[in-house]
C-alpha cells in the first residue's frame, strides 16, 4: 500500500447504515488524511433523492471518503463526475471492458448499472469544505437479486474471469479517486473532461431528462467545463447542473 496507507485513515466497520452518514455525522478532525469508511454490510445505503442502495454482505463493496478542499474553493459541482470516471480508471486497469458513465452518478457496464456514487457536501460552517464521496459497487449479486426501476443491474463477477481480493480493490480505487482528485483541485473539471466525454453511456443519443416538476427531450451533447450535462434540443442547447433529475435513453 506504501503511499496510499499514510494518504488515508481506512476503518472497517461491520455494519453500518450508510457509509455517507458515518463521515458526515461525525467527521473525523483533520489530521491531514483522507478518512475512509468500509463496511460489509449497509443496512440504510442511500442514492439520490432519499432512494435506496442495495448491498449483499460479500457481494457488494461499499465505502465512503471524505475529501477537504482549500478554504473558499468553488463548490465541486463536478466532483460526481470525477468519482466515476475514477472508478472506471481502477476497473479498466483490471481488465473491464465496456464502462461507461452516466450523468451524473452512475457507472455502467454496456448499459447496465455496475456501481452507484453518491457526493454529498458537508456545510462549511467557517471550516475546510468538505465532500463525502460514496461508492457503491456490485461484486457478485446474490441470485435472484431483484432491484427496482432499474432497467439493467450488472456485478463484477460478470465481466472478469477472477474476481480480484476486496481490500486491493478498495486500494485501487482509493489510489485512482486520489489521483483525480489531485488533478481537478489543481485544474479543474476542464482537465477531465474528455475522459469523461470518451466513456458517456449517451453521447449522441435521443434521451430525456426528468425530474424537478419537468420534462426535456432532447439528444445528449456531453458535458460542458463544469460538468453540467448538455441536452440539444428543439430550443437550442440546454445546461443542466442540478444532479437532482434523472436521464434515460428514449
Ligand atoms: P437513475 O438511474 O434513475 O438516474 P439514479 O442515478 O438517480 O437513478 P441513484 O440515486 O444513484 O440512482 O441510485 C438509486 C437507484 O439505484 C435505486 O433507485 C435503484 O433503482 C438502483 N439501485 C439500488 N441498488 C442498486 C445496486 N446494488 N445496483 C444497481 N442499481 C441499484
Given at each position: 500500500l506504501g503511499t496510499l496507507a499514510t494518504a488515508f485513515d481506512v476503518r472497517l466497520l461491520s455494519e453500518c447504515a450508510s457509509t455517507n452518514s458515518e463521515l458526515i455525522d461525525a467527521p473525523p478532525t483533520n489530521d491531514g488524511r483522507i478518512a475512509v469508511v468500509v463496511t460489509d454490510r449497509q443496512t440504510a445505503g442511500r442514492g439520490r433523492r432519499g432512494r435506496l442502495w442495495q448491498s449483499w454482505p460479500g457481494g457488494s463493496l461499499t465505502f465512503s471518503a471524505l475529501w477537504r478542499f482549500q478554504?473558499?474553493?468553488?463548490?465541486?459541482?463536478g466532483l460526481s463526475l470525477v468519482a466515476g470516471l475514477a472508478v472506471v480508471r481502477a476497473l479498466e486497469k483490471l481488465g473491464v471492458e465496456g464502462l461507461q458513465l452516466k450523468w451524473p452518478n452512475d457507472v455502467l457496464v454496456h448499459g447496465d448499472k455496475l456501481a452507484g456514487i453518491l457526493v454529498e457536501l458537508l456545510p462549511g460552517r467557517g471550516r475546510t469544505p468538505a465532500a463525502v464521496v460514496g461508492i457503491g459497487l456490485n461484486l457478485r449479486l446474490p441470485a435472484g437479486a431483484s432491484i427496482p426501476d432499474q432497467p439493467g443491474v450488472t456485478d463484477l463477477a460478470a465481466h472478469l474471469a477472477e474476481l480480484p481480493d476486496r481490500s486491493a480493490l478498495l486500494a485501487s480505487l482509493l489510489a485512482e479517486l486520489h489521483a483525480l482528485f489531485e488533478t481537478y483541485a489543481a485544474a479543474g473539471f476542464p482537465a477531465l473532461r474528455g475522459a469523461w466525454q470518451q466513456r458517456n453511456a449517451f453521447a449522441d443519443l435521443p434521451v430525456r431528462v426528468s425530474g424537478e416538476g419537468r420534462e426535456l427531450d432532447g439528444i445528449c451533447a456531453g458535458v460542458d467545463e463544469d460538468g453540467a450535462l448538455l441536452i440539444r434540443s428543439d430550443d437550442g442547447l440546454v445546461r443542466i447542473l442540478s444532479g437532482e433529475v434523472s436521464l434515460r435513453v428514449r
Open positions: 478554504p473558499g474553493a468553488p463548490v465541486p459541482a
